[in-house]
């Protein structure tokens, strides 16, 4: 099955600073890269997302990018802000049927 | 719409008791999901289902059992609790095949004496 790796599992940044989070994946028939935050205490919420015919995507402050031929697909945070403070998660689908194989998570800490 | 609901918020079990985790949508999805939350583990699927009637394994299965006998709901057995299974429970729903995401409930944490 799919083999989803995530790092760093904590990442401690000053506001206003860039963050940046990386996966990797072992499937290569997977097509569909969704990143989840979560807060504490809260249930995993889905920030954005991409799809294998894609290179890059952007949400205002959040972008994702994606290498097919390494496996591997990143999330960056431009002018990080505390509200940014969660658990990042990373997950990987074949889409269609399949239920995505998600990354232990990244802890980001933003110190004000 | 309430979207996913899960009962109840926390429980404590001793261990060899028995109980249900109770899942529901109101939003007519097809695919709903089982995931435990161990720190530093991130999230694994327990069980999943395609539809009514219709459910697999996922990654850790022991110990744990699924029904969906309707859409909207997907109950979480514990035949006999162990202390293992102390976790933070989440279920999750899609539309279906043709959409890939997925909607979170707000949990449940259970402790296993």
Redesign the interface.
């Known amino acids: 099955g799919e083999n989803v790796e995530q790092h760093p599992s904590t990442l401690s940044v000053q506001e206003g600073d860039s963050a940046v989070i990386k996966c990797t994946y072992s499937d290569s028939a997977s097509n569909y890269f969704p990143w989840y935050k979560q807060e504490l205490g809260k249930r995993p919420q889905l920030i954005i997302d991409i799809r294998s015919n894609v290179g890059e995507k952007k949400d205002q402050r959040i972008a994702v990018t994606l290498n097919k031929t390494a496996k591997h697909f990143s999330l960056h945070i431009t002018e990080t802000q505390p509200e940014d403070s969660a658990v990042y998660f990373c997950a990987a689908s074949k889409g269609g049927s399949y239920i995505p194989t998600f990354g232990r998570g990244t802890s980001l800490i933003v110190h004000p | 719409n309430a979207g996913v609901t899960q009962t109840p918020k926390f429980q404590v079990l001793k261990t060899g008791q028995s109980m249900t985790l109770q899942c529901a949508q109101d939003m007519n999805h097809e ?1 709903m ?1 089982w ?1 435990r939350q161990d720190p ?6 327990i069980h ?1 289902s ?1 539809g009514a009637g219709i459910t697999d394994q ?2 850790v299965p022991n110990g744990y059992n699924v029904s969906r006998s309707t859409t909207e709901d997907f109950p979480l057995r514990l035949l006999s609790a162990a202390p293992s299974q102390t976790s933070v429970y ?1 279920c999750a729903s899609r539309p279906g ?2 959409t ?3 909607y ?4 449940t944490r259970l402790t296993v004496l």
């Open positions: 695919y999901s995931y530093g583990m991130g999230l694994r699927l999943y395609v996922g990654e989440f095949q043709t890939d995401t997925q979170f409930g707000p949990g």
